[in-house]
């Protein structure tokens, strides 16, 4: 972090002590919900001894027949090859998994999040920061036996969970290699770390699958989304109903007595220039539709990427002022854990 940087969120963290600060960068007035790891296991391995993930895995790999696995609804039939918006087959492509450590702290704890970033992507944002992956498709194709594999690697590295990014395209593959890596001894938490944009048949299809839903919440207005994310101009409502679906199967938050995460929803707000996400809306929402104790992530650190140049309002990084608003509107919303900084 450079000196800027550290001023700016020195100034941050100062505004956060006024209204209740506890632990650097969290806005943290609630009670914080803790179970005992010995007490937790994946809700998944209740599904595959049920019999119900094999359905699970079957009744998402037909969607792939005519696709319709996100809000695109494009009926691409990817298992004889055709591509939809996000440009994807049926077989999983993955440009890198490692345990990351600049997650978010509940994610990260001693040993890291297990990271593996899917290639692809099903909103396709004019500022992406990860634009090589996600529209230019870096990445090598993997069998889902093979995906399997890597989350037992994650595993063996000591990873606190598997953190899925950007999976919304390649859901069938993740659950077929999740029930091969089952057998051989996977047991963490998987983290459904995507854009927001999903659709409620394929969500529902995760429930007892997912334990950690980690969605952005981008754009509370519906032009601005389709003019930043390639058309997905029913971003808002869309991201609404897939998040209260995600928050009626796992809830707020819950970690482990080292504050590790177990299970919960924990969402990712990006402030934008000139308001351009809609933040006080956004924070409207989560507190009324949700409640106050939802994890957010109200992060600062957007930077014009990809093509955020050829738009003028997008050009610039947020000022102090942008945040501080952003912080404030969390705060009047009542909001009792977000944290602040990342
Ligand atoms: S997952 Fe891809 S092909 Fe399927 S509906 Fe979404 S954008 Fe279209």
Known sequence: MDGSTRRFFDGILG???????????TLATGPRRVMLR??????????????ELARRAESLFSIYRSCRLCPRQCGADRLAGEKGVCQSVSRA?????????????????RHGSGTIF?????LLCAYCQNWEISHRGDGSFLSDEALGRLMLQLADLGCHNINLVTPTHCV????????????????????????????????RLLDGIVDIYLPDFKYTDGPTAAKYSSGAGDYPE?????????????????????GIALRGLMIRHLVLPRNLAGTGAFVHFVAHKLGPGTYVNLMSQYRPA???????????????????????????AGLTNVHLQG
């Open 15 to 25: 505004a956060g002590a006024a209204f209740g600060l506890l632990g650097a960068g």
């Open 118 to 122: 899917f290639s692809r992507c099903n």
């Open 38 to 51: 010995r007490q937790w296991r994946p809700a998944y391995l209740d599904l595959e001894s049920a019999g």
């Open 238 to 258: 869309v991201a609404a109903a897939a998040i209260s679906e995600m928050h009626r199967q796992v809830g707020d938050l819950v970690v482990d007595e080292d």
């Open 306 to 332: 990809w093509q955020a140049q050829r738009y003028p309002a997008l050009s610039r990084r947020i000022t102090r002022e942008e945040y501080e608003q952003a912080v404030t509107w969390a705060r009047q």
């Open 93 to 109: 492509r993955v440009a890198a998994a490692h345990p990351h450590f600049g997650e978010e702290a509940p994610l990260v704890g």
């Open 172 to 203: 069938p593959n993740i659950v077929r290699a999740l029930r091969s890596a089952i057998p051989r001894g996977l047991r963490l938490p998987l983290v459904y770390n995507c854009g927001g944009y999903e659709s409620l048949e394929a969500v």
